[in-house]
Every structure is written in C-alpha cells, then in structure tokens.
Nanobody, 125 residues
Framework: VQLQASGGGLVQAGGSLRLSCTAS????????MGWFRQAPGKEREFVAA????????YYAASVKGRFTSSRDNVKNTVYLQMNTLKPEDTAVYYC???????????????????WGQGTLVTVSS
C-alpha cells in the first residue's frame, strides 16, 4: 500500500491545520493507521493512531485534547485535525499503516509496515 500525506504548511501559534493521508493499492480500513512526527535533531515520535476498526484512537500526551484523528473509509483517507498549534508542534508529520497483528504497539514506529513521505508543519510564535 502507498500512503500520501498532505496538508502541511505554515501557521501561527494557536491556529489549526488538517493533515490527510490517502492510501492507494490497499484499503485503509484494513490497517491500523498512525501519525508520527520528527522535529529537526529529534527522534521520530508517536502522535496519534486509529485501530483497525476505527473504534479506538490513541494520542500522545503532548497532543491529547488538541489533535483529533479520524478516518473516511470511502475515501481511503485518514485525517489529523490539529488545533491550538504550538511552536513545539513544528515537525515533519508522517502517516503509517500496520497490517493486523498483535500485540498492539500503536506508539512504536517499528510496528508499522508502510510509511508516507511526510508533510512539513511549521508553527510560528
């Protein structure tokens, strides 16, 4: 499956952006989907994830209450709605997909099978 992330850009602190990740060559509803980010000089970190069923979502503590992830199975797309953005949210954001497997390790980048190319989010102060 190929993943295409989009929607990044430059926004002022307190603003919002919505990232999209569209899957091709597969059906996103059969995968667990994750969002990660990597800031300059830092390791890639977990942001959010959706379970295969879409019934469960998981968030990093740093974004909980500000970010919301959802999926549209008809469009084969997952979204990351980012509100109240902060300068420390500046990073390249990646979407990832995992085939069904247990145990669930949504927070672990190594658990995912497929990755998108990343989209840059810059939050100015």
């Amino acid at each position: 499956v190929q993943l295409q992330a989009s929607g990044g850009g430059l926004v002022q602190a307190g603003g919002s952006l919505r990232l999209s990740c569209t899957a091709s060559g597969g059906t996103s509803s059969t995968y667990a989907m994750g969002w990660f980010r990597q800031a300059p000089g830092k390791e890639r970190e977990f942001v959010a994830a959706l379970s295969w069923s879409g019934g469960s979502t998981y968030y990093a503590a740093s974004v909980k209450g500000r970010f919301t992830s959802s999926r549209d199975n008809v469009k084969n797309t997952v979204y990351l709605q980012m509100n109240t953005l902060k300068p420390e949210d500046t990073a390249v954001y990646y979407c990832a997909a995992s085939l069904p497997k247990y145990p669930n390790r949504y927070y672990d980048a190594k658990w995912y099978n497929f990755w998108g190319q990343g989209t840059l989010v810059t939050v100015s102060s």
